[in-house]
């Protein structure tokens, strides 16, 4: 175990408030590989929208379920206003570029919301026998590269620094107008150095503050990040103002 207990919606907010932060929140729907119902995301986003100062929910389904997937993230941002959606293949077992999985991310085009996948290496399994039957190869950041290349209007986030595929994923947010980086999941004391030289130079536009709450609290992840070489005109870019723009929020607090 990790030592953790999951917070409650209420107290995630209550958290955030203090700090004057906002997070988004979400759970993994992995029904198919686990065998057992997820979180719900619809009561999930609904106690988000209680906090909506500081709280902004993404949806997760299976795709697994095939076209109950699509209609069902469908509903979600048409009834819940979720603003993305969060995969974890590795965890859910599919291959992002399987083209059965085409018409999921086309609806999510068309919806206009951010689907942020899991990439690299995860704690879920670690150090278990078989790793729990998890298998990393799902969550190779080139898989998702096709994604990126099919979709172009879909803007995609890589999930953590996918270690130990860093590099692809520099190069696809290098290459991909609508792939982005966050740097979730890692004390920023660890990151790969050509991530933060890339984060603070050519890809300053396109990495994203997350911190894995509660599994690396934020409070930690800003200490180590203060420490970092960045330029001043890369950290309120990172920090917030790329997530502004590509969730669409900086519009909505203009309005």
Same mark, same amino acid.
């Given at each position: #175990? ?18 004057? #932060?906002?997070?988004?929140? %979400? +759970? ?15 009561? /999930? ?11 902004? &929910? ?28 969060? %995969?974890?293949?590795? @965890?859910?077992? %599919? ?21 942020? %996948?899991?990439?690299?290496? +995860?704690? /879920?399994?670690?150090?278990? =026998? ?10 190779? $950041? #080139? ?8 979709? =172009? ?7 953590? $620094? ?7 994923? #520099?190069?696809?947010? +290098? ?12 004390? &920023?004391?660890?990151?790969? $150095? ?36 960045? =330029?001043?005109?890369?950290? =309120? @870019?990172? @920090? ?16």
């Amino acid at each position: #175990m990790n030592g953790f207990r999951t917070p409650t919606v209420e107290r995630l907010a209550a958290d955030y408030r203090e700090r004057r #932060m906002a997070a988004v929140i %979400f +759970t993994v729907d992995a029904s198919t590989a686990l065998g057992h119902p997820a979180l719900s995301s619809e009561e /999930i986003a609904e106690q988000a929208s209680e906090h909506a100062d500081v709280l902004i &929910p993404f949806g997760s389904v299976d795709p697994l379920a095939g076209d109950a997937a699509v209609r069902r993230a469908r509903h979600l941002v048409e009834r819940y206003r979720v603003r993305g959606f969060k %995969f974890h293949p590795s @965890l859910q077992a %599919f291959r992002p570029d399987d083209p059965a999985h085409a018409p999921l991310w086309a609806t999510l085009e068309e919806l206009g919301v951010v689907p942020l %996948f899991h990439t690299g290496q +995860t704690g /879920i399994g670690a150090g278990l =026998p078989g790793g729990r039957g998890i298998k990393l190869r799902y969550s190779d $950041p #080139m898989l998702i590269d096709d994604v990126a290349a099919d979709f =172009p209007g879909l803007r995609i986030v890589l999930a953590h $620094p996918g270690v130990p595929w860093v590099d692809a994923s #520099m190069a696809i947010a +290098t290459h991909k107008a609508n792939a982005f980086i966050d740097l979730s999941g890692w004390a &920023p004391k660890y990151l790969p $150095p050509q991530l933060v030289r890339q984060a603070g130079t050519i890809l300053r536009h396109k990495v994203l503050f997350g911190s894995d709450y509660p599994v690396l609290a934020p409070d930690r992840w800003l200490a180590e990040y203060a420490a970092l070489d960045l =330029p001043d005109r890369a950290r =309120p @870019l990172i @920090l917030k103002d790329n997530a502004l723009a590509l969730l669409g929020l900086d519009q909505a607090r203009a309005s």
